[in-house]
């Protein structure tokens, strides 16, 4: 058996836009390692709308960093060259590094055209609102700066399906689709066709654009070596999509390419037939369990921890499932603001790092805080990525008997010395949990990692023993041996 897989998204939505990122990202990459990160989740490289573009404003995909457009020759995160060398730190320290795609859209275009358009409503985009009529949309991308290196594929009109300016009117809220076009039939059913997202929506029915898209990410693997994909937006595409691409990439450049996808969906039902559409091509993120998470952490001791994985990919699929708290689009003040409370991200983590089922992803900001929105670094989160890496194998045993206080036990495994684990999380008050941790360790002492529990207990001789917790927290019990390595590695 192997180590545990553990991703991280490396970056967050308030970053400085000092330049320097990709000088951070390879300065941490032994680090990283070290605490357990097998697979790390890097920004949008690509040039944007502008110097401090998070990375989905994109503009030119072809320039990271490398030409002098859009007012900057570095992206937010800093040149070409500290990105590959960020990319090489991170191989040199054994972890993977995935690089996020964002293929749904375009902004900051250099030329206008005019184009015969219609508009449809924003809550209906099936239904057209009014006749067509003459608009004129930045839709044309030259990308003069980069001139023709590369590609010298021009972007205009013909290769999106619609936007939402007109600059002769400069009206905001109006939504077009261009005449002749049609959104993807084969996307998320809300607001009647999320085809369109923002900017100018591409057209993955056009054959030329779905050809230079293949030849624009066999080029880029080619220059980052990269090692697998974030798929930005996937509900806003149509469906066969990224199964066509992903399977023709593979085959073509005889790579593994793991991929993970956003579909940002509360509805389990809707992520399980995304995988079945795209033959399971690629894994998602699982959201439906972020918001078991989020609605836990309002409710307290009204949620009944023994469902927190009702409904979940996690629990349905946990072969597609990516596992995780929160990320940058939950922060505050963000799109999908759904940020988990304080008091429960240690048990949130948990749930997601000692358990059998998944690939947790761990979001930068609950590891190192964000000091500038005055949230804490989650407490104890670096120590339990070590305790995954380290001792969170073997058998699962389940013990989700009471609404506020569960746990589950880690057998351990032969390869992981000292390995196995009990956890207990309590939403209420202070509780305990009797649990079978292996004959293997009768009479042993098991110590509460986390500090929250400052005498040991004893296994019996039919390896259990009664493990606690302290109301509101979570306690992750290890024997004596792993207790005293991870004091001395923290």
Same mark, same amino acid.
């Given at each position: 058996?192997?180590?545990?897989?553990?991703?991280?998204?490396? =970056?967050?939505?308030?970053?400085?836009?000092?330049?320097?990122?990709?000088? *951070?990202?390879?300065?941490? +990459? !032994?680090?990283?390692?070290?605490?357990?990160?097998?697979?790390?989740?890097?920004?949008?490289?690509?040039?944007?709308?502008?110097?401090?573009? !998070?990375?989905?404003?994109?503009?030119?995909?072809?320039?990271?960093? #490398?030409?002098?457009?859009?007012?900057?020759? %570095?992206? $937010?995160?800093?040149? $070409? %060259?500290?990105?590959?060398?960020?990319?090489?730190?991170?191989?040199?320290?054994? &972890?993977?590094? =995935?690089?996020?795609?964002?293929?749904?859209? *375009?902004?900051?275009?250099? #030329?206008? #055209?005019?184009?015969?358009?219609?508009?449809? +409503?924003?809550?209906? %985009?099936n239904q057209t609102i009014g006749e067509e009529r003459m608009i004129r949309v930045w839709s044309r991308f030259t990308f003069p700066g980069r001139n023709g290196k590369y590609s010298k594929f021009v972007w205009d009109h013909t290769c999106f399906t619609g936007t939402d300016w007109d600059e002769n009117t400069k009206q905001t809220g109006q939504l077009f689709c261009f005449s002749g076009k049609h959104w993807d039939q084969q996307t998320d059913i809300e607001n009647g066709n999320f085809d369109y997202l923002m900017g100018c929506d591409v057209d993955m029915d056009n054959p030329k654009v779905v050809e230079e898209i293949f030849k624009w990410l066999c080029w880029y693997i080619d220059q980052t070596g990269i090692d697998g994909v974030r798929l930005d937006a996937v509900k806003h595409i149509k469906f066969g999509f990224y199964r066509d691409l992903l399977k023709r990439i593979r085959s073509e450049k005889k790579i593994a390419l793991p991929a993970v996808g956003e579909y940002w969906s509360g509805e389990l039902g809707r992520l399980l037939y995304y995988l079945d559409t795209v033959e399971n091509q690629t894994r998602l993120f699982d959201v439906t369990l972020h918001y078991k998470f989020f609605e836990a952490s309002k409710a307290g001791s009204g949620f009944d921890l023994r469902t927190i994985f009702d409904n979940t990919l996690v629990s349905a699929r946990p072969e597609q499932a990516v596992t995780f708290v929160d990320n940058h689009d939950t922060q505050y003040g963000q799109?999908?603001?759904?940020? &988990?409370?304080?008091? =429960?991200?240690?048990?949130?983590?948990?749930? &997601?790092?000692? %358990?059998?089922?998944?690939?947790?992803?761990? =979001?930068?900001?609950?590891?190192y805080g964000n000091p500038g929105k005055d949230r804490p670094a989650v407490p104890n989160l670096e120590r339990m990525m070590r305790l995954r890496k380290a001792y969170a194998y073997g058998e699962q045993h389940d013990y989700f008997e009471e609404p506020q206080v569960i746990g589950w036990t880690r057998l351990g495994d032969q390869k992981h010395k000292n390995s196995g684990m009990a956890v207990v999380l309590s939403n209420g008050g202070d509780g305990? *949990?009797?649990?079978?941790?292996? #004959? $293997?360790?009768?009479?042993?002492?098991?110590?509460?990692?986390?500090?929250?529990?400052?005498?040991?207990?004893? &296994?019996?001789?039919?390896?259990?023993a009664t493990f606690y917790v302290r109301g509101g927290h979570v306690s992750v019990w290890v024997c004596q041996k792993a207790f005293e390595d991870i004091q001395i590695n923290v």
């Open positions: 058996m192997s180590n545990n897989e553990t991703m991280m998204q490396y =970056f967050e939505w308030y970053l400085p836009n000092d330049g320097i990122w990709w000088k *951070r990202c390879a300065a941490k +990459a !032994v680090k990283l390692a070290d605490t357990g990160v097998t697979e790390i989740w890097l920004p949008p490289a690509y040039k944007g709308t502008g110097q401090d573009d !998070v990375g989905y404003g994109v503009y030119d995909m072809y320039d990271l960093g #490398e030409f002098d457009q859009k007012g900057t020759v %570095r992206t $937010k995160y800093g040149t $070409k %060259r500290e990105y590959l060398e960020a990319i090489k730190a991170m191989h040199d320290a054994g &972890i993977k590094v =995935f690089a996020d795609i964002v293929l749904n859209h *375009r902004l900051g275009a250099d #030329e206008t #055209e005019e184009v015969m358009a219609y508009p449809v +409503a924003t809550n209906d %985009r799109s999908l603001e759904s940020f &988990i409370d304080d008091w =429960f991200k240690p048990l949130a983590y948990a749930l &997601i790092l000692f %358990r059998e089922a998944g690939v947790p992803c761990v =979001f930068y900001s609950d590891y305990c *949990r009797q649990m079978y941790v292996g #004959e $293997k360790y009768a009479g042993s002492l098991f110590y509460d990692v986390t500090g929250g529990c400052e005498n040991p207990v004893q &296994i019996g001789d039919d390896g259990t």
